[in-house]
């Protein structure tokens, strides 16, 4: 059964960090590239970063550019995002999903999606 597994998520303060973990099953991860996304309360999903198959390509939204890091063991069918200088405005569910399309930014180009992690960012 395909399934892909976030976890990693949880309460921390600003300027704290995180790592969330996207453990993938049933189908081979270094088949495919991987996106996170996240989506707020009343708000669209929206794509936070992006990893290429072999992992030597990434992409990153403007707003957590130089304070998130994506990459991928594909040994373990694994991909992370660290998430440094954390703000309140990262709080959301985050999303990891297979990627088959060439828009790395939306969800059209995905086709399995996890179930989510919640990151709250509060003092």
């Known amino acids: 059964q395909l399934q892909l597994v976030e976890s990693g998520g949880g309460l921390v303060q600003p300027g704290g960090s995180l790592r969330l973990s996207c453990a993938a099953s049933?189908?081979?991860?270094?088949?495919?590239?991987i996106g996170w996304f996240r989506q707020a309360p009343g708000k669209e999903r929206e794509g936070v970063s992006f990893?290429?198959?072999?992992?030597?390509?990434?992409n990153y939204a403007d707003s957590v550019k130089g304070r998130f890091t994506i990459s991928r063991d594909n040994a373990k069918n694994t991909v992370y995002l660290q998430m440094k200088s954390l703000k309140p405005e990262d709080t959301a569910v985050y999303y990891c999903?297979?990627?088959?399309?060439?828009?790395?930014?939306?969800?059209?180009?995905?086709?399995?999606w996890g179930q989510g992690t919640q990151v709250t960012v509060s003092s």
């Open positions: 999903a297979r990627g088959y399309g060439s828009r790395w930014y939306s969800v059209q180009s995905y086709d399995y």
């Open positions: 990893i290429s198959r072999s992992g030597r390509s990434t």
């Open positions: 049933g189908f081979t991860l270094d088949d495919y590239a």
